[in-house]
């Protein structure tokens, strides 16, 4: 089992900034890759962001690139997103995932074995 925890949401004015952090525990030594994937009310979840664990290769949806960078401090076991430039479509719950079956970054719910509860962010205009 692995446990993810996410924290960092909040409130934020358009073109601002906000860092969401995803904590693991458990059997994070079985962890290849980690998400981020974001629900709006009333869509479905989509895929934002993933890290590969073990090299930090990053793969970002395409309306993110530039604007966010997700990162990782393998000692901690946390990833980060790191959201610049925020904007009021970035508004949604944001989900931490892991994938453990292998290194494949995918983007698609199914791809992924673990989820965090999600943290909430909103962005003002």
């Known amino acids: 089992q692995v446990q993810l925890v996410e924290s960092g949401g909040g409130l934020v004015q358009a073109g601002g900034s906000l860092r969401l952090s995803c904590a693991a525990s458990?059997?994070?030594?079985?962890?290849?890759?980690l998400g981020w994937f974001r629900q709006a009310p009333g869509k479905e979840r989509a895929f934002v962001a993933a890290i590969n664990w073990s090299n930090g290769r990053t793969y970002y949806e395409e309306s993110v690139k530039g604007r966010f960078t997700f990162s990782r401090d393998n000692a901690k076991n946390t990833v980060y997103l790191q959201m610049n430039s925020l904007k009021p479509e970035d508004t949604a719950v944001y989900y931490c995932?892991?994938?453990?079956?292998?290194?494949?970054?995918?983007?698609?719910?199914?791809?992924?074995?673990?989820w965090g509860q999600g943290t909430q962010v909103t962005v003002s205009s």
């Open positions: 458990g059997r994070t030594f079985s962890v290849y890759s």
């Open positions: 995932a892991a994938r453990i079956q292998d290194s494949y970054i995918g983007s698609r719910i199914s791809d992924y074995d673990y």
